[in-house]
């Protein structure tokens, strides 16, 4: 009992820590996915269709962020 | 917002046994949000002294027709970096230099996610700047089209535009780290009880400013290795000559460009929202709209980017459909003007510094956020494009919305990081000095472009002579107040005032003010209990 109740702050600190990192890799492939989304679009078609791509990942990311503010509510 | 209360804040000061470097390499190692959050603060504020160097140079070339101070390729590399110092440079490390140092304390959280990617956040910003200003100094000089670099002026710049391209590059990859850490800390290590909806409006408004950021800086970054892969690597992404389309440009940059200017200001709705309250001794009116309202206007922010580009030439139905668009940012901007006035409504107010700071912002922004309804009209648009209505415009959104809204942000806190009240007096007088100077420099502005001067021009017709005159004067006054900021600040460092007592202000109710000031070194490492 000791030892369980000595170890759960620890194991509290790994799950804030690795949750941390989890979210951090997906904002980062968030960025990366603009990032190289805006230079890919313009090699494959032309500006409607790179404007069109960069317009629809804001969307899915705002609609992301929101659900995601929602369900931690 | 919920009262809020918390159980142990003795237990937080483990400052006298805390071991950490001490001298220079205590700011290099550290991984302390306040040691970074003040390296941020004094960062932007040494760039904003190089870029309004610059503003005084400009400005006095401006004073009179004809050439007096600068060559005209030099005052072009001169207003490119006034523009890329105070945007890159002063503005956005000013805000998440307040970020550093309130959020964590706000939403009760031991320090920043990733400090040590927060460190790293930082540094990178001082070779960026030297990047931008050594720019100047190489062969062909710094860049010179302007800080929208658009081609083809960009393409066929000298080394001065690679070097402003990696500065960009560099300050972006800063920008999106610290948005990243800003955004796990907030969903991740808020202290129990802390909901969303309890949140200081000032967290809610970095939450929203970081998500902005996350989705538009790596669109600017792309733009710019575009730009450089056609000035070197024989692409034509915009090089008219191999097939490419330079207004291609103009969109993505401005699809950036104008979120942008949301990132810059919805900290600083974000500071007011805590100021106004504090000292209208009354919680602040509609805390639910405010947040949709911040979430609207960065929701808008991304359907409007055409309206910087009316005269590229564009279908009907697209300069209306911007031109609404824009017209519709005015409502939840509307919101926050009336909940912020909602909010003094009856309320005891007193005003200190910090409350006419906030005033000052709320009169001025809201002349800047009319002139950008006048710019939104397409028609007018067209007639005032490029001319110094559009100077005048940003300037009240940018230098009497966010710096006011900083310097506002600055003397209400403080006391909390410094532990010394801050001169009264002299910060009241660096109030009004800025307040008028500011007016005397931008207001003329508005009538010269109105008249039809243009922007970026070295020389101008002799009828523009008087209010150019009057602008240099307000200028110079508006910078040199500054300099009762930087003493009033270094007073307070010094702690040569009035020891702060852990809550100066009566009616602030947010979690930082239950701690002792100056907030000792590391702070809630117990979670508070918030109710």
Not at chain 2, 369 to 382: C, E, H, K, M, N
Not at chain 2, 406 to 434: C, N, Q, R, V
Not at chain 2, 489 to 498: D, S
């Amino acid at each position: 009992m000791a030892e369980s109740l000595g170890t759960k702050p620890v194991e509290g600190a790994e799950r804030r820590r690795r949750a941390n990192v989890r979210l951090a890799f997906i904002l980062a492939s968030i960025a990366a996915t603009f990032f190289a989304g805006v230079i890919v679009a313009r090699y494959v078609g032309g500006m409607e269709f790179g404007m069109s791509f960069v317009g629809v990942v804001a969307l899915v990311l705002l609609v992301f962020a929101i659900a995601r503010n929602l369900r931690d509510k | 917002m919920s009262s809020v209360t918390h159980d142990d804040v003795l237990g937080h000061g483990h400052d006298a046994h805390h071991h950490h470097p001490t001298g220079l390499m205590r700011w290099v190692t550290t991984t302390n949000h306040k040691d970074i959050g003040t390296m941020y603060l004094w960062f932007s504020f040494i760039m904003f002294l190089v870029g309004g160097t610059m503003a005084m140079t400009i400005r006095s070339e401006l004073f009179e027709p004809g050439l007096q101070i600068v060559q005209p390729e030099f005052f072009n590399s001169l207003t490119t970096l006034h523009g890329l110092i105070m945007i890159f440079g002063a503005i956005m490390p000013a805000a998440v230099g307040f970020a550093n140092w309130q959020i964590p304390m706000m939403i009760g959280a031991p320090d920043m996610a990733f400090a040590r990617m927060n460190n790293w956040s930082f540094w990178l910003l001082p070779p960026a700047a030297v990047l931008l200003i050594g720019s100047l100094f190489v062969p062909g000089g710094g860049a010179a089209g302007g800080w929208t670099m658009y081609p083809p002026l960009s393409v066929q710049l000298g080394m001065g535009m690679d070097m402003t391209i990696f500065a960009v590059h560099i300050m972006g990859a800063s920008s999106i780290m610290g948005s990243i850490n800003i955004i796990t800390t907030i969903l991740n290590m808020r202290a129990p009880g802390m909901t969303l909806m309890k949140m200081p409006l000032f967290c809610w408004s970095w939450l929203i400013t970081a998500y902005l950021l996350i989705a538009v800086m790596p669109v600017l970054a792309g733009a710019v290795t575009m730009l450089l892969t056609d000035r070197h690597f024989g692409t034509s992404f915009f090089n008219a000559a191999g097939g490419g389309d330079p207004v291609l440009f103009q969109h993505v940059f401005w699809f950036f460009g104008h979120p942008e200017v949301y990132i810059l200001i919805l900290p600083a709705f974000g500071i007011i929202s805590e100021i106004i309250p504090a000292f209208a001794r009354k919680p602040l009116f509609g805390y639910a709209s405010m947040v949709y309202a911040l979430a609207a206007i960065a929701i808008l922010s991304f359907l409007v980017w055409a309206h910087h580009m009316f005269t590229v030439g564009m279908p009907t139905a697209g300069l209306l459909f911007f031109m609404y668009a824009t017209m519709l940012i005015a409502v939840p901007t509307g919101v926050k003007v009336f909940n912020w006035v909602a909010t003094m409504w009856r309320g005891s107010m007193t005003f200190e510094a910090p409350m006419l700071f906030a005033l000052g912002f709320l009169f001025l922004f809201t002349i800047g956020g009319f002139t950008g309804l006048v710019l939104a009209i397409t028609p007018v648009d067209i007639q005032l494009q490029d001319t110094y209505y559009v100077v005048a415009h940003f300037h009240y959104v940018m230098v009497a919305g966010s710096l006011f809204a900083f310097f506002g942000g600055t003397y209400y806190w403080i006391p909390k990081w410094t532990g010394t009240m801050y001169d009264e007096k002299l910060a009241k007088l660096h109030f009004w000095s800025s307040l008028i100077a500011f007016n005397v420099a931008f207001f003329p502005m508005h009538f010269l472009g109105l008249a039809g001067m243009p922007r970026r021009i070295p020389d101008y017709s002799q009828q523009f002579t008087d209010w150019n005159m009057v602008s240099t004067v307000g200028a110079f006054w508006f910078g040199l107040s500054q300099f009762i900021f930087l003493y009033v600040v270094l007073k307070c460092i010094a702690h040569k005032g009035e020891k702060a007592p852990g809550k100066p202000w009566e009616g602030a109710t947010t979690l930082e003010w239950t701690l002792p000031s100056p907030a000792p070194y590391h702070t809630f490492e117990t979670p508070p209990v918030v109710k």
